[in-house]
């Protein structure tokens, strides 16, 4: 398997962890600080939507926590506008919805081919 970069592999952990899209800023930037976030939105955005048309991830939409478990899967444009409206980005300590990426169909390892 190919190196990965910093933030395929940032994505990678996260997704095996469920996580929400704050949370992979925060741990890519290792900050709570959400200005520090802000200019890594557009990497992870192409990244996110690039690996779910691939199959190795899914992202997930929920109006109960965690979505990893209560979520609907969202795709095609719909996943576009989310990933691209930095609100779905930020951290809110009780959100309206929940949106969560998790581990697709495919292996990572498939990256490669």
Known sequence: MKEMTNEEYCLYVNAREGSSLWEILADFTQS???DAWVSHIADFS?????WQRLGFLKVLRSTRWPAVTYGS????EELEALIL?????????EPEV???VTLGGRDISELDE
């Open 32 to 34: 709570e600080n959400e």
């Open 46 to 50: 192409r990244l996110i939507l690039t």
């Open 73 to 76: 899967e969202v795709s095609g």
């Open 85 to 93: 409206d930095s609100r779905a980005w930020e951290y809110a300590e």
């Open 98 to 100: 929940y949106i969560a």
